[in-house]
């Protein structure tokens, strides 16, 4: 039986279309906690693979208080540190938390987290299901 190359081809543009359309959360680490500190920093990837805008609303993990989104910025010459509420990822691309940028604060740590040890984060977004991921610390 031969199989045209047009055939081959609708089958392989079919199939693209049903590529999952979701939201993923990538290389998710939080640096090692120095000894006697309550505040700890992540960095992570999150990574809008859906069509539409997503908004981050809140952040929770049962390892602290509570969870802020931050982002250094220069102001006059000077870095700065800020909160940033609701930050959105818009929609087929990837919002990256990095050293400089945009990072995650956990705030009253209630043990001190030290390398190898695995934490849950969970992140809940405006119009998607609440995503749980698995953080590793590390030393960087």
Same mark, same amino acid.
């Given at each position: 039986m031969k199989i045209s190359l047009q055939l081959i081809l609708i089958i392989c @543009? @079919? !199939? +693209?279309?049903?590529?999952?359309? &979701?939201?993923?959360?990538?290389? $998710?680490?939080?640096? /090692? #906690?120095?000894?006697? =500190?309550?505040? +700890?920093? +992540?960095y992570l990837v999150i990574e809008n693979n859906t069509d539409d805008e997503q908004v981050l609303n809140y952040v929770h993990s049962p390892v602290a208080d509570r969870i802020e989104v931050h982002r250094h910025? *220069?102001?006059?010459?000077? #870095?700065? #540190?800020? &909160?940033?509420? *609701?930050?959105?990822?818009?929609?087929?691309? !990837?919002?990256?938390?990095?050293?400089?940028? %945009?990072? @995650?604060?956990? %705030?009253? $740590? *209630? &043990?001190? @987290?030290? /390398?190898? =040890? !695995?934490?849950?984060i969970t992140f809940e977004f405006e119009n998607m299901p609440a995503k749980t991921v698995t953080a590793t610390v590390k030393r960087l």
């Amino acid at each position: 039986m031969k199989i045209s190359l047009q055939l081959i081809l609708i089958i392989c @543009l @079919l !199939s +693209a279309c049903d590529t999952p359309r &979701e939201l993923l959360i990538n290389d $998710v680490v939080i640096k /090692e #906690m120095p000894p006697g =500190r309550d505040v +700890a920093v +992540a960095y992570l990837v999150i990574e809008n693979n859906t069509d539409d805008e997503q908004v981050l609303n809140y952040v929770h993990s049962p390892v602290a208080d509570r969870i802020e989104v931050h982002r250094h910025i *220069y102001d006059q010459g000077v #870095m700065k #540190m800020r &909160e940033v509420k *609701y930050p959105s990822v818009r929609k087929n691309s !990837s919002l990256v938390f990095k050293p400089g940028g %945009f990072h @995650l604060m956990l %705030f009253g $740590v *209630y &043990e001190q @987290l030290k /390398e190898g =040890r !695995s934490v849950d984060i969970t992140f809940e977004f405006e119009n998607m299901p609440a995503k749980t991921v698995t953080a590793t610390v590390k030393r960087l």
